[in-house]
């Protein structure tokens, strides 16, 4: 148990690991993508913004150089010499105005690989302007021919040399623009591919994160909560594996229980019930060799899967085995059952599952034996129970149940005082007797739909003829202890009886004591219900159980019936059977109960019976289980004159 605690912890330890790293991954993934964009905006935008910031700047230079000619020229083709110092004006403010853009495109230019054309530009521009002051001052003396000598001869060259160079780095700037608008798309395409990859890796990291939380799941899920060994999900599948593989023959199937695990329970409490389950799984696990399998099958139940040359060997390890207790200091031997059925080639797990199981169940009626190896004979029992599954659900619909009538007795005065109903199944043409399906619909937790069937063919039966006019007696209908698993037992009971409008007073639930009542508060409760709604109850086949008396004392039950065996028993009669009989008898009447006794075959019984001071009696010797005709005519006539 240790282990397996500690494994479970590893897991979810296991799964929080990988969804921490799968969520930190993604995490990164997402940052870098970020990142890469935010470098690419900012490193080339701002080489892009640089560079057009120059461009302008040489544009509104060559503009206002433009302007500046415009003014020369206007100031020596001026008719009128007095609008010349309003020309010289404007012009030296444009001048001032290059310079500055001068200045500024100076700064942004310094120390970077473009300022040799700055330095043409401002030389060139510096050599205009002085030309320029030359050219007015001819201009101003009127010595117009000179002014436009010089104009056409050096400034022109000034001017083309400044539009050169800025023509030039113009192109270098577009260039760079150019270059880095490409460099930009090509970083792009690059960071897409990059996201692709990076999400390639999200994608791989998130599937193998579920691929592994899967497997941990898968893991967890076919694992024994209790016992942390493998369940019937995870034995089944390797079953399949080995089907697959064709080595199936090579096994063995061993159904395992406890013996007088309940007693453990009983006695000990839960807790130390859990304890054994616990500590037989770990000496079953530890009794396995390579490539077999062990599992736990619900309650104290095992099913295993072990190499046929080994089965004699493992199930020596189950002999002498010892467990601890909580709170007791001696070690307590455990006995266990086994069935054991040797795989053939065209098995498959289920079949093998069904047959040790069987075997098993076979080991549990025998109560000598310790293991029991799978009958051919069994399979009859195994296609008997498939049978019974198969057709059960149909047969309800198609009312192919019938209920038979036994009837009770008051051998005092041998007249009909009651009547037991129990079901048949007529199947193929043929009556089935209840022992043949109903331990099987037990077992498998599907009998409580038949139980309320039957009584509600019961209370329909009454209805029908107290309406024809005839006196119905009392009519008791059995009830698995399964049942008390359903808190609505008892409305559904009563809805029943009240929907046919039937008296309380003509109906009687039989609980079944022999098996043993998991829940007593549950039985008790509903008990106390049935009886507060007149609906009288009566423990059925008292004596063949071993908490009998307890239940005597804790169920406040209206009617006790005293199992066949009782009279069987007398048979091979000795005074200690008949004194015993006699004792229970009183004891049931003292507590206020009243007493029928089952399975009355002879006179010799019913004076016994009666000698003993139980006087109601159901047997083969007045009636066998009636069908509803021949039960009918019992109910017009119901004085027993031959057998008195
Ligand atoms: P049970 O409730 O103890 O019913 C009494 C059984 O003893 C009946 O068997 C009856 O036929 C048999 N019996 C009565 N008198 C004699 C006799 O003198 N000698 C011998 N040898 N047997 C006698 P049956 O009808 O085969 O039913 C067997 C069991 O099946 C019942 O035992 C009851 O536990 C169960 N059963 C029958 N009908 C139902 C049902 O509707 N629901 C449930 N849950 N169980 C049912
Ligand atoms: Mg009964
Ligand atoms: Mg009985």
Not at 110 to 129: A, C, D, M, T
Request: hydrophobic share 40%; aromatic share 8%; proline share 2%.
């Amino acid at each position: 148990m240790k282990n397996f605690q500690n494994r479970k912890k590893q897991m979810s330890l296991r799964v929080a690991v990988i969804t921490l790293l799968s969520a930190l991954l993604c995490v990164a993934g997402l940052f870098k993508l970020r990142f890469n964009t935010q470098a690419i905006s900012k490193s080339y935008l701002s080489v892009i913004d640089e560079d057009y910031a120059n461009v302008r700047c040489m544009h509104q230079i060559s503009h206002l150089m433009c302007e500046h000619q415009m003014l020369v020229f206007s100031h020596l083709l001026a008719e009128d010499p007095e609008s010349r110092p309003r020309l010289e004006e404007s012009a030296s403010e444009i001048e001032g105005r290059i310079r500055e853009q001068l200045a500024s495109f100076g700064e942004s230019m310094k120390n970077s690989e473009y300022e040799s054309y700055y330095h043409e530009i401002y030389g060139g521009l510096i050599g205009y302007f002085k030309n320029v002051e030359v050219i007015l001052s001819f201009s101003r003396k009127g010595e117009t021919a000179t002014a436009s000598y010089y104009m056409n001869s050096s400034l022109k060259e000034y001017i083309s040399g400044v539009d050169d160079s800025m023509d030039r780095l113009d192109q270098i700037l577009e260039g760079d623009m150019e270059a880095a608008r490409n460099k930009i798309e090509e970083r792009t395409r690059a960071n897409n591919r990059e996201s692709v990859a990076i999400l390639a890796v999200m994608i791989a990291a998130a599937a193998a994160s579920v691929i592994l939380c899967t497997r941990i799941s898968e893991d967890a899920a076919g694992t024994d909560l209790l016992t942390g060994m493998a369940n019937v999900d995870r034995f089944k599948k390797y079953g399949e594996g080995l089907e697959k593989n064709g080595r199936i023959g090579q096994y063995s199937g061993v159904a395992v229980s406890i013996r007088n695990f309940r007693f453990i329970n009983q006695e000990y409490g839960s807790k130390a019930g859990d304890s054994v389950l616990q500590q037989f799984a770990g000496i079953l696990t530890a009794a396995l060799s390579p490539g077999e399998i062990a599992a736990r099958n619900g309650a104290d139940n095992y099913i295993l899967l072990i190499k046929k040359d080994n089965v004699r060997d493992f199930l020596g390890k189950l002999k002498n085995v010892e467990v601890v207790l909580p709170g007791v200091e001696e070690k307590h031997r455990l006995d266990s059952r086994c069935g054991i059925y040797d795989a053939r080639d065209d098995d498959t797990v289920s079949s093998i599952v069904e047959a040790c199981v069987m075997a098993l169940a076979e080991a549990r009626k025998n109560n000598m034996a310790d293991q029991m190896w799978f009958l051919q004979d069994m399979q009859g029992k195994i296609l008997e129970r498939r049978e019974v599954l198969n057709r059960y659900t149909a047969a309800l619909n198609k009312e192919d149940f019938q209920v038979y009538y036994q009837p009770k007795v008051d051998m005092r005065s041998n007249t009909l005082c009651g009547s037991e109903a129990l079901v048949r199944w007529i199947r193929d043409g043929k009556v089935v007797p209840p022992m043949d399906f109903i331990p099987i619909l037990e077992e498998e937790g599907r009998i409580v739909q038949l139980d309320y069937y039957v009584l509600e063919h019961v209370c329909r039966d009454i209805k029908g003829w107290l309406d024809a006019g005839m006196k119905p007696v009392k009519t008791s209908s059995n009830f698995s202890k399964l049942h008390l698993r359903d808190e609505g037992f008892a409305d559904k009971v009563l809805n029943i009886i009240k929907r046919y409008g039937v008296d309380g007073k003509y109906i009687e639930v039989e609980l079944t004591e022999s098996s043993g009542y998991e829940d007593p508060e549950a039985l008790e409760s509903f008990v106390a219900r049935m009886r507060s709604e007149g609906i009288s109850i009566s423990i059925d086949d008292f004596g063949t159980g071993y908490s009998s008396l307890s239940m005597l004392k804790d169920v406040d039950a209206d009617v006790v019936k005293l199992d066949r065996s009782f009279l069987t028993g007398l048979e091979r009669s000795n005074d200690l059977t008949s004194r015993l009989i006699a004792n229970v008898v009183q004891m049931i009447k003292d507590l206020n109960r009243s007493v029928i006794c089952e399975g009355v075959e002879t006179r010799e019984q019913v004076d016994f019976l009666k000698g003993v001071g139980c006087f109601i009696g159901q047997g083969f010797l007045y009636d066998r289980p009636l069908p509803k005709k021949d039960y009918e005519e019992r109910l017009k006539s119901p004085v027993y004159g031959t057998v008195a």
